[in-house]
Structures are given as structure tokens and as C-alpha cells.
């Protein structure tokens, strides 16, 4: 079967997204829910539409476009991403994923292929934890990992709740309604840019990834006492900020202490109140994140995270609740999905390389319901979610046709 890819209209599409930001390019900015957010799902429905797709959303606004089979009622083969992106970062990280399900659909109906099973594209909402502190919120809910009740509780930076932000929005179907039944899928295919330098180094178009790290994040909330600047002397000070500095230090040590060289851990948010020159910090939020590619060591890390913090804010005199946003398992992809993957490579003369994602995808939420696996393209220097980050044309319809192939043989089967 000639499967042939249009690199132009990939490139149209991944333009055209990228034009729906919040922030000037070449940086990127989609939060959830936002003017840019809402205009670049307004294009991919259009261009769903186009291809001939049955489209549905649910209530979080996960979208759905089908390209139904001839069983229609056999478990659908399924592949997508996610398009919100964090501040001032690029243009590929998720949107490959989307726009390549999309090109790959359009590319087997040009060649003529006739699918068994429905092949379906996802575009998953807020991959990113930008709005509400927490990755994957749309396949989280999907896969019932999140539920109802939780999700309504969860409120932004401003203290918007999640319900008025998406009826807001115009997704008003019940949070109810969004877990997916079980057997709907029978396999979920992920094409991604890498967000590493191993491809890149190693001189391959392609990585099959096998597993899937384990993240967890850790929201930890400081009240001291604050006060004037200059009034106040040094040691009767209860400064919220100085106990920050600590555990984000005690986070540094935590992840070289597990003896695993894949625990990393990362303080990624630090807000202090009332955040002015002349006055003592008088609280702090840090959010903390912390993986490995199997537990133990990402659990070891974040039990001595939390020891350290009880520690620091008991000797500062600082008040302190410790929240766990989030403690997932780590993923291991299916053999059967990965030999599709590995067999397109093959049948297109790539060179690939067997593969862990360090980074989490919603992928790591779909095995939960389906076996899994993701396709990984290089990005340049192993950038990403910097306005820098790059794959070229040629990088990013290799991993389409790989993906086109897959989800082929997959449909079949």
C-alpha cells in the first residue's frame, strides 16, 4: 500500500495552530479555556470536519473524530495528543501528536485503505498542569482516574472553579459522562516529539517507546508571620520564603540521594505573599515534581521531601500542610502495539530504538484502559516547551507515516 504523507499540509496545520496563542512568537501560549486555547480547537474541528470525520466532544471538552470501520462495533484503534501549552513555549510538543493522527487518517483514506476497526483521533484537554496544578486532566478523567467530584474541586490560581471555566467554554455535557467505558479501544498509538537528545545523538528518526515514567507532584503551603523589612530583627523573624529556599534545596538532595539514575525532581513553582521588597514573606506555595521510571526510587524521594520539609518548617516555627497532587504508576507499553510500530519501521527502511518516556504523556493514562505505546521524533538539541524547540519537516512525516502504518495494521488486526 502507498501511504504518502503531505508534509506541506502538516506544516500548514501545525502553523496555523501555533498562530492561536496568547503571547507573540515564536513562543507559544494555550491555557486551557483561553481565547487561544478555544481558537486552535476551532481549527482542528474544522479540519476534522474536512476529512469526513464523526466528531463528538465531552464535557471537559475532550475531542473526538472518528473515521469509522467496517466492524464499526469492534474496540476502535486510537491516537492523539494534546494542544494547550504552557507559557512561552513551542510549537511541537503535543500538536505533532494531534495534527500527525490527523495527516495519518487522511493519508490511508487517500491511499484507498479500508479500516476494520474505527480509527480515532483524541485531542485530550490540558495535557499541561498550567490552569490547575495537575498534567493530563483530560485523560485523567477519561480513564476515571479523576473523578466527578474531584474535578469539580479543582480551582485555578484565581480561585476559578473548573465548572465555570468550562461552561464558560461552551462544554456543559456531565463530568459524569466523561470516563470512557471499558473496551472501547483496542489499542493507543502516541506520536510525540521526543523532548530529549538520545535520537538526536544517536542519528535516528525514530524511538518506540516500551514504558512510561512515574510522576508525582507535591503542592507544599507556608505561613510565617511577616512584617516591616527594616522593624523587624533577624532572629525573631518566622520568614515563609526562607523556609522555601530550604526544602526546595532538601528536593535537590532528595533526588540524588535514591541511588537511581533516573530520579529527577524539580521545584517548578515558588509564589511568595506579599511578594514586595520592603516586607518579610509572610507565605509560600512551592509545587514540586518528582519522577522515576518505577516507583520505589520516585517514592523514596518524595518520603524524604516531606521528612525534610516537617523538619525545616518545625525548626522555623512555620506553619505547613503538605498536599499529594498526584502519585502515578509508571506505564509499561504492550508488546503487541509496539511490534505494529516496530514492523512500520521496517516496512519504510527507518532505523528506530527501543525507548523509555521520562517525561509523562496523557499515553501513560490510556494504558490504564488499553494497550499502548508512543512514537518519538527528534527535536533539536532535545529542546522542548522553550519558543526554540524544533522538529524539521522531513523528522516530522517520518514519525507520520510510521504512525499512518501502525494504526493500519493495528485496525486490522
Known amino acids: 500500500m502507498d501511504i504518502s504523507i503531505d508534509t506541506a499540509?502538516?506544516?500548514?496545520?501545525?502553523?496555523?495552530?501555533?498562530?492561536?496563542?496568547?503571547?507573540?512568537?515564536?513562543?507559544?501560549?494555550?491555557?486551557?479555556?483561553?481565547?487561544?486555547?478555544?481558537?486552535?480547537?476551532?481549527?482542528?474541528?474544522?479540519?476534522?470536519?474536512?476529512?469526513?470525520?464523526?466528531?463528538?466532544?465531552?464535557?471537559?471538552?475532550?475531542?473526538?473524530?472518528?473515521?469509522?470501520?467496517?466492524?464499526?462495533?469492534?474496540p476502535a484503534v486510537a491516537s492523539g495528543?494534546?494542544?494547550?501549552?504552557?507559557?512561552?513555549?513551542?510549537?511541537?510538543?503535543?500538536?505533532?501528536?494531534?495534527?500527525?493522527?490527523?495527516?495519518?487518517?487522511?493519508?490511508?483514506?487517500?491511499?484507498?485503505?479500508?479500516?476494520?476497526?474505527?480509527?480515532?483521533?483524541?485531542?485530550?484537554?490540558?495535557?499541561?498542569?498550567?490552569?490547575?496544578?495537575?498534567?493530563?486532566?483530560?485523560s485523567r478523567a477519561l480513564c476515571g482516574a479523576l473523578t466527578p467530584a474531584r474535578l469539580r474541586d479543582l480551582r485555578d490560581a484565581a480561585g476559578r472553579s473548573l465548572e465555570e471555566l468550562r461552561a464558560e467554554a461552551g462544554f456543559h455535557a456531565p463530568l459524569e459522562d466523561v470516563q470512557l467505558p471499558a473496551g472501547l479501544y483496542h489499542a493507543f498509538v502516541e506520536l510525540h516529539i521526543e523532548q530529549g537528545p538520545l535520537l538526536e545523538t544517536e542519528g535516528l528518526p525514530i524511538?518506540?517507546?516500551?514504558?512510561?515514567?512515574?510522576?508525582?507532584?507535591?503542592?507544599?503551603?507556608?505561613?510565617?508571620?511577616?512584617?516591616?523589612?527594616?522593624?523587624?530583627?533577624?532572629?525573631?523573624r518566622r520568614d515563609a520564603l526562607l523556609a522555601a529556599a530550604e526544602i526546595a534545596l532538601a528536593v535537590e538532595r532528595a533526588a540524588l540521594s535514591t541511588g537511581s539514575p533516573d530520579t529527577v525532581a524539580t521545584?517548578?513553582?515558588?509564589?511568595?505573599?506579599?511578594?514586595?521588597?520592603?516586607?518579610?514573606?509572610?507565605?509560600?506555595?512551592?509545587?514540586?515534581?518528582?519522577?522515576?521510571?518505577?516507583d520505589e526510587p520516585r517514592d523514596a524521594a518524595l518520603h524524604a521531601i516531606r521528612e525534610a520539609a516537617v523538619e525545616i518548617c518545625e525548626r522555623r516555627i512555620i506553619a505547613y500542610t503538605l498536599d499529594m497532587l498526584n502519585a502515578d504508576p509508571p506505564a509499561t507499553c504492550a508488546p503487541a502495539v509496539i511490534e505494529a510500530a516496530v514492523r512500520a519501521c521496517a516496512e519504510l527502511g527507518l532505523h528506530y530504538q527501543m525507548m523509555v518516556s521520562r517525561a509523562y504523556h496523557d499515553s501513560l493514562f490510556m494504558a490504564r484502559i488499553c494497550p499502548?505505546?508512543?512514537?518519538?521524533?527528534?527535536?533539536?538539541?532535545?529542546?522542548?516547551?522553550?519558543?526554540?524547540?524544533?522538529s524539521s519537516p522531513e523528522q516530522i512525516a517520518a514519525g507520520v507515516a510510521v504512525l499512518a502504518r501502525s494504526l493500519a495494521a493495528l485496525s486490522l488486526a
Not at 207 to 236: F, T
Not at 372 to 390: A, K, N, Q
Open 9 to 74: 499540509a502538516v506544516m500548514a496545520d501545525l502553523d496555523a495552530i501555533a498562530a492561536c496563542s496568547s503571547s507573540p512568537p515564536p513562543g507559544v501560549t494555550r491555557i486551557l479555556y483561553s481565547a487561544a486555547d478555544m481558537g486552535a480547537r476551532a481549527y482542528l474541528r474544522a479540519r476534522c470536519a474536512e476529512a469526513g470525520l464523526d466528531l463528538r466532544e465531552d464535557g471537559l471538552g475532550n475531542l473526538f473524530a472518528r473515521w469509522p470501520g467496517s466492524a464499526p462495533d469492534l
Open 81 to 138: 495528543s494534546h494542544i494547550d501549552a504552557i507559557p512561552d513555549s513551542g510549537r511541537y510538543d503535543g500538536t505533532v501528536g494531534v495534527v500527525g493522527a490527523l495527516e495519518a487518517i487522511r493519508a490511508l483514506k487517500r491511499a484507498g485503505f479500508a479500516p476494520r476497526r474505527s480509527i480515532e483521533l483524541l485531542l485530550f484537554t490540558a495535557e499541561e498542569p498550567t490552569r490547575f496544578g495537575i498534567g493530563c486532566l483530560g
Open 207 to 236: 524511538g518506540v517507546v516500551r514504558a512510561i515514567a512515574a510522576p508525582a507532584s507535591l503542592r507544599v503551603s507556608l505561613r510565617g508571620v511577616g512584617g516591616h523589612a527594616g522593624a523587624v530583627l533577624m532572629p525573631g
Open 267 to 294: 521545584t517548578g513553582v515558588l509564589r511568595i505573599e506579599p511578594s514586595a521588597v520592603n516586607s518579610i514573606p509572610s507565605a509560600a506555595t512551592l509545587e514540586i515534581d518528582v519522577r522515576d521510571i518505577a
Open 372 to 390: 499502548t505505546t508512543m512514537i518519538f521524533i527528534p527535536c533539536r538539541g532535545g529542546v522542548s516547551h522553550r519558543p526554540d524547540e524544533l
